[in-house]
């Protein structure tokens, strides 16, 4: 193969799937020139499992994404098929928006993004190598021979990397969807000392809707309220979109199980074959089965792929049986007696860069200027992808211009979270975002998403002049609204009084500050709102209003414990401090600190194996201030 030098960039981003679209997005708004390289360009944000995007903790992912300036949220936003907030009936902090995506549309409405964005240049081929020199990443080279350099290089490869499709018996290497896989990039990586392992991710059959008898299913509706992601889209936009299409509920069943018993032998997740480890929130319906022995039926969703398809996605009955014995599966489902089989589902095992190996920028430990994002960094679903995706191009492009890197605290947002789970605790299976791995969910929410991070976005210049005046308006009118209710007095007037009655409350004996009145349960902004007048506000400024004062009190619980944070993160571990030379440390403690090699105290505190001993003797070695550092 002949090399060549092409042009050069200041970012080139290697695959575009959720990662690699939004790293260049985010790239190229930030004025860096930017390449995106990917194997497929009918590929570009495809969405080869479930086609949805949100749920819980991740539809909070996406509204950081968009707070932050990136794009799923707008994506989504104009390619839904239903939409519904989940968990209503729960707290504000597990209240989460997802949608069922146009898997055609959203990938179509996002490479035209891409093709449209100035700054960026969208490319079809196979990165196979790194140009490393003087140890520093200066850009990729493909198949073909074309070598562009770059400042800073972002590799977001996901299952493609060295990726191997099984069904039954069947196996050959390919990327999701029989796409081409990536197999050399992994070679490279290796080569310059990463160290990589193999996960295992799968997704379920697909059959045709005419074959579908919806009549033995459960019907599963669109809200009807107006909701989107994206806090730019207006609510009356909402309105223009066509009919929403509804999801549909059926269960398996004794027959499907004693199928899956029965041919457990030709399971690629118990005969063997399967080496990579697999998602345990997201399992295949044979693995449910055998865990789950106790259950006599487990949950199936049959999603609409799209508008103008007749594919229906068969959710949470993921499976790498032979395909036959799929067929068998299928037709043992009630309201599927019949239903034709359009594809197989299928096992991928894919190579994952162990996340330990990063920084919490996303930037390679080994190679500097070179980040990684996506699922080769151990994650699942197209969310953490594309928040980690996000954050690597703006960490690329913050690198190029001499900035500080943008690291988001686990106080801040579920992103924050997510990558710092990743690079202080690593992962041993693929990592998914859930609520309860936030410490501070009541105020990471889906609702302020925007109030915490729009700041952040506009100052790196991902959010327009024009947004951010807007957000500013909005911020002001919940300042000014949560002031005016907390400073109202209603009184006991017939009227007030008749309300208190109907709603089982005792009548009041005197007056009541508004904000009081609404700390009562089943009493909302609205009530309150009749008896101290409507302002023309947004809604999502009443909602915050009302979340901000029925949760006050544990929201200032909440902000003490971050006040405590963000004190242990501003005590800076020294660079290359040689852990070795700090008495009385645990073997363990040195071996995981060098390791990981966090940046500050609080990080520490959060690495496996790390005990508060560890972190108490640590703290004092490092505030008497002789230093002993590791030998260049």
């Not at 990039?185 to 000392?193: A, C, F, M």
């Not at 208190?500 to 309150?528: C, E, T």
């Amino acid at each position: 193969m002949k090399e060549y030098e092409s042009s050069d960039y200041d970012v080139v981003v290697v695959g575009a799937g959720h990662a690699g679209s939004e790293a260049a997005l985010a790239a190229a708004r930030m004025g860096e020139k930017t390449l995106l390289i990917t194997i497929n360009l009918d590929m570009v944000a495809f969405m080869p499992c479930n086609p949805s995007v949100g749920g819980p903790a991740k539809g909070i992912v996406v509204r950081e994404i968009d707070a932050l300036g990136g794009e799923m949220g707008k994506a989504i936003d104009a390619t839904y098929i239903q939409m519904r907030m989940l968990n209503t009936s729960k707290g504000p902090a597990v209240r989460a928006l997802r949608a069922q995506a146009d898997k055609e549309l959203y990938h179509s409405v996002m490479k035209n993004t891409l093709e449209n964005q100035p700054n960026l240049t969208l490319r079809q081929g196979m990165v196979e190598e790194l140009i490393i020199e003087d140890g520093v990443c200066k850009g990729v080279v493909t198949n073909t021979g074309a070598r562009y350099r770059a400042k800073s290089v972002v590799l977001t490869a996901g299952t493609s990397s060295r990726g191997k499709i099984i069904i039954g018996e069947l196996m050959y290497s390919s990327g999701p969807n029989n796409s081409l896989p990536s197999i050399k990039l992994s070679d490279d990586l290796e080569k310059h000392g990463f160290k990589l392992t193999r996960f295992k991710t799968g997704t379920p059959p697909r059959v045709n809707k005419h074959t579908i008898d919806f009549e033995e299913t459960i019907e599963q509706p669109g809200d009807e309220e107006p909701n989107h992601f994206s806090f730019e889209t207006a609510d009356e936009n909402y309105l223009k979109l066509k009919e929403q299409l509804s999801c549909w509920m059926t269960y398996t069943n004794e027959k499907t199980h004693e199928i899956i018993k029965e041919n457990l032998d030709r399971a690629p997740m118990f005969s063997g074959v399967i080496e990579g480890v697999g998602p345990r929130y997201c399992p295949s319906i044979e693995d449910k089965v055998v865990r789950f022995a106790d259950k006599p039926r487990h949950q199936i969703f049959l999603e609409p792929e799209g508008r103008n398809t007749q594919e229906y996605y068969v959710g949470d009955f993921s499976t790498s049986m032979p395909e036959e014995i799929q067929l068998d599966m299928i037709h043992s489902v009630k309201g599927l007696e019949h239903a034709e089989m359009m594809r197989p589902g299928y096992a991928i095992e894919y190579d994952v860069i162990e996340p330990w190996q990063l920084k919490a920028s996303l930037e390679t430990k080994i190679i500097p200027n070179l980040f990684t994002a996506g699922q080769m960094n151990g994650t699942s679903g197209y969310e953490e992808a594309a928040g980690q995706g996000l954050m690597a191009g703006i960490n690329a492009a913050l690198k190029n211009q001499d900035k500080e890197p943008m690291i988001l605290g686990r106080d801040e947002a579920y992103i924050g979270v997510l990558i710092d789970d990743l690079v202080t605790k690593g992962t041993n299976e693929p990592y998914r975002l859930l609520t309860s791995r936030a410490e501070y969910r009541l105020i990471l929410r889906h609702d302020n998403a925007d109030l915490r991070l729009t700041d952040k976005g506009h100052v790196i210049g991902l959010i327009s002049e024009k947004r951010y005046n807007a957000f500013c308006e909005k911020r002001s009118d919940i300042e000014a609204e949560l002031e005016r209710v907390k400073n109202t007095i209603i009184k006991p007037t017939e009227e007030v009084q008749d309300f208190m009655i109907a709603n089982n409350f005792k009548k009041l004996q005197d007056g009541i500050l508004a904000a009081d009145l609404m700390k009562r349960p089943q009493i909302h902004y609205g009530d309150v709102e009749q008896f101290i007048g409507s302002k023309n506000l947004d809604r999502r400024v009443k909602e915050q209003v009302e979340v901000s004062i029925k949760y006050e009190g544990y929201i200032q619980k909440e902000k003490a414990n971050v006040a405590h944070l963000r004190k242990m993160e501003a005590k800076k571990i020294p660079e290359n401090l040689d852990y070795t030379k700090v008495n009385s440390l645990a073997t363990e403690a040195i071996q995981k600190l060098e390791k990981i090699n966090p940046r500050t105290i609080a990080q520490a505190s959060r690495i496996s194996g790390v005990n508060p001993a560890d972190i108490g003797i640590l703290s004092v070695y490092i505030q008497r201030g002789k230093i002993a550092k590791k030998k260049a």
